[in-house]
């Protein structure tokens, strides 16, 4: 007979922690990759960084970049005997932040934040320079002009917190190495828990990958209610290409060493 016993065991114990701890990993990492796709996607669309023809392509070789792999490279590189070790910059501050639920948000976010540059910066593109040009004319400073653009923006941010939020929850390479390594549990490894058990547990796995899938609802919801009534159309034939903010000579290098180092 039909039974909630599976999503009730699924709501108790490590494998509630392992939910709970996916969605508030997911809703941090959405706004950090807020903050660095977008500052990325600007410094690459509105400014004259250096090689900023490269960006784009480098953020699509991110993405071919397994999450596992990541994880894993930065187990090697802070762990007693390895790579820092080696150059004598052990530093067992840095293992401890790694091998903990900062290190887990840490690698999650530099593993999808080309979601959230490649959703940003494809609007900023299409955005062009009236709407900062408009409040400038009007006396507005950068906070006037960052109150006038980013809700214009609005559709974009919204789908890049989708993506980022659906794609970390889902994840299973950080989950099974780096948050197990760290015994923090996570969703996506309470399923595969689930199943290597003997006996397996099928249905407990099921309800686990049930609530998994319903927790994309949360940022479709609070898309559908942002953008609810309201129009976001932008682009015309009038749209002009941004004029590109001129950085000095030390900036210029001081960012593009900062965006080439990430």
Known sequence: WF?????????????F???????WVSAVVCVLDLVIGGA???????????????????????????????AQGWQYLTEPDGVLSQFGLYSPLVHHI???????????????????????SAALGGLGSQFEEAVRVHGGGRVA????????????????????FVETMSDYGVASTLAYQSRFPMATY???QAIDNLPAQFPVAGAISILLLA?????????SRVTRGRSYAILS??????????????????????????
Do not use: C, E
């Open 3 to 15: 039974t909630l016993s599976n999503l009730t065991q699924a709501f108790q114990g490590h494998t």
């Open 17 to 23: 922690l392992g939910l709970f701890n996916s969605l």
């Open 40 to 70: 990325v996607a600007w410094l690459s669309m509105r400014t004259t960084i250096g090689g900023r023809r490269i960006w784009p392509g480098m953020m699509w070789g991110l993405l071919l970049v397994p999450t596992w792999l990541m």
């Open 98 to 120: 790694i091998f903990s639920p900062i290190g887990v948000v840490l690698v999650d976010s530099l593993a999808t934040a080309p979601y959230a540059y490649l959703t940003l």
């Open 145 to 164: 002009t960052f109150r006038v653009v980013v809700p214009v923006l609005a559709p974009a941010v919204l789908a890049s917190v989708a993506l980022v």
């Open 190 to 192: 309470g399923i595969y």
């Open 215 to 223: 927790s994309a609802a949360i940022p479709l919801a609070l898309q």
């Open 237 to 262: 034939g009038r749209t002009r290409p941004a004029t590109r903010y001129r950085l000095g000579r030390a900036g210029k290098w001081s960012l593009t060493s900062v965006v080439g180092v990430f």
